[in-house]
Nanobody, 126 residues
Framework: VQLQAFGGGAVQGGESLRLSCSGS????????MGWFRQAPGKEREWVSY????????DYADSVMGRFTISEGVDENTVYLQMNSLKPEDTAVYYCALGPQSTITSEMRSARAYNIWGQGTLVTVSS
């Protein structure tokens, strides 16, 4: 049972990337999914959350309006569309599986998540 995150890369400021997170040995439907990131020398920070069944979406202020979390047609892949990227978005991005919850404040904490994918590096140059 594992998550796999991919889609990172090196881009210029203002460009876009789409990260993907897929489940292996499990289905993502019915669970909450979060994206976190960790920049060099900084603590891991929450980026976005989506609830599977109720359409709940939540975003950190730093990415609001630029990032969009969504799921694939197969409901076993979760995406993070990142537009208008900035150098400060440079980080290793992680996806994580947690409970379905409408209490979005709880889902902003890494402690809410049980399964983590390996990170994928996003580098944004100015």
């Amino acid at each position: 049972v594992q998550l796999q995150a991919f889609g990172g890369g090196a881009v210029q400021g203002g460009e876009s990337l789409r990260l993907s997170c897929s489940g292996s040995g499990l289905t993502l439907e019915g669970f909450g999914m979060g994206w976190f990131r960790q920049a060099p020398g900084k603590e891991r920070e929450w980026v976005s959350y989506r609830g599977s069944r109720d359409g709940t979406r939540d975003y950190a202020d730093s990415v609001m309006g630029r990032f969009t979390i969504s799921e694939g047609v197969d409901e076993n892949t979760v995406y993070l569309q990142m537009n208008s990227l900035k150098p400060e978005d440079t980080a290793v991005y992680y996806c994580a599986l947690g409970p379905q919850s409408t209490i979005t404040s709880e889902m902003r904490s890494a402690r809410a998540y049980n399964i983590w994918g390996q990170g994928t590096l996003v580098t944004v140059s100015s």
